[in-house]
């Protein structure tokens, strides 16, 4: 036994690595595809976009084997630390960051760059699950869920003042983890009832929602007084006009950010994508090419390095936030579909791990991995689709960028750590 605590591959799971070297090894194919010119032919050069990717690709090897080294309960005995030293990292971003596309979000060390926020998303889930496997802990409680929602904000809340207000969404995915432990699932339905009312204003106007919703709200009332007798109208009024009062102030608020606080180019994301109005050559053009690009595939799509939309160039930033539509053009729905059915079979294996860890702190470790990637992957893809908003979010292991590979990485890896010693007492 103790043979094997020293063996750092000893009990690791290599179906996740498994797909880990599958979907990695892809994505580089697919960057190389969108990424490659007539003039640069280097695999390993930090001039090109594909050879920087490779390089990042090589030197996850060794960030492995550390993560692999140290066995299970470093990392539940020093998650706080490295909770701390990531709000460090963030914080100093305003000091000694470099600005680049109008946010705050980088260090530069010469030819490399490095973005905080992509493993910061690791150490709040090793500091969310520190928190929630303490055996006293309960999250009816309202104190500890604001410990909770303290953890999970002070992060986003520096990754918004960037800004960067698409990484901060990310953290909104704790928020399953907080479920699955014992959180009521009303602030589910409260944050879904918030976004339908939100999209409802934008679109119908507020005049047409403060009506719809009163008139809703009066039917429901006239309802349930009638099942429930005069009774339901003695106890229950004061309930009823404060879901009027701050329905209605809600909807007004909404008004009110959307036209004075948005600044013209959120706006017109959002009318265009509930088809308010079309800009195909201004601010939706990426969202359009994207979505004419990976529709052009077809079924088995037109080839690796064969898709004219991308060797052309027309997607901006295809080799990051847009990757998807490559595997569109150049495979196909075959590709695509076989994305998807990677990711989501990787994200079965790490809640079927999760679920068969007796320790508390490596299971809640598992969802809040899981849920991650699982907002990380519907945001992209619907994104690259058109179903959602550009936001800014990379495709885990596959989207350009070291800050976001390694993030990913470590974010997985120390699951992987974790699961492989579930069944050691140390």
């Avoid at 695999?43 to 993560?67: A, E, N, R």
């Avoid at 470093?74 to 701390?84: C, H, N, Q, T, V």
């Avoid at 530069?108 to 006293?136: C, H, M, W, Y």
């Avoid at 999760?354 to 899981?370: C, Q, S, V, W």
Wanted: aromatic residues 18%; contains cysteine.
């Amino acid at each position: 036994m103790r043979q094997e605590r020293n063996n750092i591959f000893a009990g690791i799971d290599w179906i996740l690595i498994f797909l880990y070297v599958v979907l990695v090894g892809f994505g580089w194919l697919n960057i190389y595809a969108a990424s490659i010119t007539d003039e640069d032919t280097e695999l390993l050069s930090f001039s090109t976009k594909y050879g920087k990717q490779l390089i990042f690709i090589c030197l996850t090897i060794p960030l492995i084997i550390i993560i692999l080294f140290f066995n299970s309960k470093f990392y539940e005995k020093f998650a706080s630390i490295f909770y701390l030293i990531s709000l460090i990292s963030l914080a100093g971003l305003f000091v000694f960051g470099k600005k680049i596309n109008g946010a705050t979000s980088w260090y530069n060390f010469g030819v490399i760059g490095l973005q905080p926020s992509e493993f910061v998303k690791a150490f709040t889930a090793l500091a969310v699950a520190k928190l929630l496997s303490d055996r006293q802990y309960n999250l009816k409680l309202i104190k500890n869920q604001v410990k909770a929602f303290i953890i999970i904000f002070t992060p986003a809340l520096l990754i918004t003042l960037q800004p960067d207000a698409g990484s901060a969404l990310i953290y909104l995915a704790f928020f399953f983890v907080l479920n699955r432990e014992g959180l009521t699932l009303n602030y589910i339905l409260f944050g879904l009832l918030i976004i339908i009312l939100f999209i409802s204003t934008i679109f119908f106007g507020i005049k047409v929602i403060l009506t719809s919703v009163f008139l809703l709200i009066t039917i429901a009332v006239a309802y349930i007084t009638y099942r429930g007798g005069k009774r339901f109208l003695r106890f229950n009024w004061h309930k009823i006009i404060i879901v009027y009062i701050v329905s209605g102030l809600f909807i007004v608020g909404t008004g009110y950010v959307y036209d004075s606080v948005f600044k013209q180019h959120h706006r017109d994301r959002f009318e265009i994508l509930l088809g308010i109005k079309q800009d195909n050559k201004g601010i939706g053009y990426n969202s359009y090419q994207s979505e004419l690009t990976i529709s052009s595939g077809s079924w088995t799509g037109k080839g690796f390095l064969k898709g004219d939309l991308t060797q052309g160039d027309f997607v901006p930033e295809q080799h990051t936030d847009y990757i998807f539509s490559t595997v569109g053009e150049e495979w196909g729905f075959l590709g695509t579909s076989t994305v998807i059915i990677l990711f989501m079979f990787m994200l079965y294996r790490i809640i079927y791990l999760a679920e068969t860890h007796t320790n508390k702190f490596g299971r809640i470790y598992g969802y809040g991995l899981a849920s991650i990637l699982f907002f990380h992957v519907i945001v992209n893809v619907g994104m690259v689709i058109g179903l959602l908003p550009t936001v800014g979010i990379p495709l885990p292991f596959f989207s350009y960028g070291g800050s976001s590979l390694w993030g990913f990485t470590i974010l997985l890896f120390i699951f992987i750590r974790l699961d492989a010693h579930k069944n050691y007492e140390w």
